[in-house]
């Protein structure tokens, strides 16, 4: 929802500051007073093409800010987020133009593109009678307004369907994948198999190649290690006789230690620890011993572990990988050899699963046809009885749903929907872009907003020339059509009939200020007694009597009933 509109140095506008609330607003004034300047400057900051004659005169740049409150919108948070935006309960637009024509763009103080401005600006405000910013120009968004007419129903079909569409995708591209033909099966059948006999002429086992490392150390340097066995079981163990040896010396130790422990008990713990020494001192010295006795120079076997880690480490570079890995490529690789010589089996059952599949998704595609055809049926009747009420008795408007072939479909199904429309007698049923006037549209885009009016979530809508042509009673039904559609959304109408006026919960009056040298468009907030003045000149011009006030409090006093707040 807009909730507040700053305007600096635009055309005729030195600057103006607007707040709404929800419900039903209006802008008037006389013509030329710049009511059109108000929503031009709205399209620039919504991502409207920009221009250096937007600057005022003598400024060095105009520049637009809007204010919008976004509670709720968890979708528009996420996009902006997508976008590196933080996002509040409140949102920030904002649009420069120097005036050298240089555009520039922020979002909640970030700067952004013009087409992030026009994407978000899009899901916050639609204005009708104008050419930009148009859902009802959107065919995209058509489809999107049919299902939502269809509520909850509508919405699990709708899953339904995407479901099997996901199903139907998979299938397809499992069938792709697999569909080849005899000679490229074959190549690829040698292929596999020429790369799983080099694994296997290896034969790799988990763990192997750190086990051959290591005795590929051992033997390169067996001279060496048998020198420092020797060294360090001299050092241990000595030559068998008395001497210094680490053992004769723990040992003598040892015997000291017992016979201090029979005077004095205290020492049995370091009795206990020297016990425990020589017996560990000992087996080391009889494991270096073993191993000693054990260790001899095998150049043979040195060569074949190094023509083993060769042939190992070759395939981890080959298959990139650990040879684990290598053994589950292999795995990989051994079930595709499989499937490709049971070829005609394999295709089989994906064609299988395939054709179950599509019939599964077109069968749901169908019924999603059968039910928006319903429902546009159902929209077309209401749409046309609202247009009646709006002062176009021969108006027609009709939906049209064609499903294209089976091969067409789509995450949406297979349907395309366009709005046709005719204003008049004799004239065909067009899509829209090519047949609706600005007030056409705007009449035609109220009447849909009442019948979808729980549909689109773009908060605010803003009319222009919706009382085109109008007068009398069919002013009212427009203006009472505008404050029922204010019941759940924002409404800002620009309007010259009083009818209209009346009915809004708030009232801008935008009028021109001229000196010998400046004209300056100002707004101004009306409060009741302004209210009563302006609409008696609206129906009376600048001739206003006591005659003409008295009926337009009159008129505000009726219209009580409808300034009810947005939903």
Same mark, same amino acid.
């Given at each position: ?39 031009? @400057? ?21 520049? %637009? ?26 949102? %920030? ?221 070759? #395939? ?10 290598? #053994? ?47 429902? @546009? ?72 907003? %009442? ?70 468009? %100002? ?15 609206? #129906? ?28």
């Amino acid at each position: 929802m807009l909730l507040a509109l700053a305007i600096r140095h635009f055309l005729l506008i030195e600057e103006v500051r607007m707040s709404f609330e929800p419900g039903f607003h209006v802008l008037t004034g006389e013509t030329g007073a710049g009511k059109s300047i108000l929503l031009d @400057a709205l399209g620039l900051v919504l991502g409207g093409r920009a221009s250096a004659s937007y600057v005022r005169s003598g400024a060095d740049r105009a520049v %637009v800010e809007a204010l919008f409150s976004v509670e709720g919108r968890a979708d528009l948070r996420e996009d902006l987020e997508r976008m590196g935006i933080e996002a509040g309960d409140e949102l %920030v637009l904002v649009r420069e133009v120097t005036a050298q024509g240089k555009s520039i763009c922020r979002i909640n103080g970030r700067t952004a593109t013009v087409q992030m401005l026009r994407e978000i600006g899009s899901r916050l405000v639609d204005v009708y009678g104008q050419q930009e910013h148009q859902s009802l120009l959107q065919p995209e968004r058509y489809r999107r307004m049919l299902d939502g007419y269809g509520g909850r129903e509508q919405e699990e079909l709708l899953a339904r369907y995407r479901r099997a569409y996901g199903r139907y995708r998979e299938a397809k591209k499992a069938l792709d994948e697999a569909r080849m033909g005899e000679q490229e099966r074959l190549q690829r059948v040698d292929w596999l198999l020429f790369q799983l006999r080099e694994i296997r002429e290896v034969s790799p086992e988990p763990g192997e190649e750190e086990r051959l490392e290591q005795e590929r150390r051992r033997l390169a340097h067996a001279e060496r290690l048998a020198e420092e066995v020797e060294e360090a079981y001299r050092l241990l163990y000595g030559d068998g006789g008395k001497g210094s040896s680490a053992v004769d010396l723990a040992g003598r130790a040892l015997d000291a230690a017992e016979k201090l422990a029979k005077y004095d008990p205290s020492l049995a713990g370091i009795l206990e620890m020297l016990q425990t020494a020589v017996a560990h001192l000992e087996e080391a010295a009889h494991e270096l011993r073993r191993y000693r006795e054990g260790l001899e120079a095998d150049p043979a076997r040195l060569a074949a572990v190094e023509e083993r880690l060769h042939q190992i480490r070759r #395939l981890t570079r080959k298959f990139g990988g650990p040879v684990e890995a290598i #053994l589950q490529t292999a795995a990989t690789m051994e079930e595709e050899v499989a499937r490709l010589q049971d070829y005609e089996a394999d295709m089989e059952r994906r064609v299988r699963e395939f054709e179950r599949a599509r019939s599964e998704a077109v069968a749901l595609a169908g019924e999603l046809h059968r039910r928006r055809r319903e429902l @546009a049926e159902q929209i077309e009747g209401k749409v046309e009885e609202q247009l009646r009420q709006l002062s176009m008795p021969r108006a027609r408007f009709r939906i049209e749903v064609e499903a294209g072939p089976e091969d067409s479909l789509g995450p949406e199904g297979l349907d395309r929907v366009e709005f046709l429309f005719s204003a008049n007698p004799g004239e065909p049923l067009q899509p829209l872009a090519r047949t609706a006037s600005g007030g056409e549209m705007s009449r035609l885009m109220l009447g849909l907003k %009442v019948v979808l009016a729980d549909v689109d979530d773009v908060p605010t809508l803003i009319f222009d020339e919706v009382d085109s042509g109008m007068s009398g009673q069919a002013a009212v039904a427009v203006g009472e059509k505008l404050a029922e559609a204010a019941r759940r959304r924002q409404v800002i109408c620009v309007t010259h009939l009083p009818q209209i006026a009346a009915l809004a919960s708030g009232h801008h009056r935008i009028r021109k200020e001229q000196t010998e040298e400046t004209t300056t468009t %100002v707004v101004e907030p009306l409060g009741e007694e302004d209210r009563v003045a302006e609409l008696a000149r609206m #129906l009376a011009g600048s001739g206003a009597t006591g005659t003409t006030e008295q009926q337009a409090r009159e008129m505000l006093e009726r219209g009580g009933r409808f300034r009810k707040p947005a939903v």
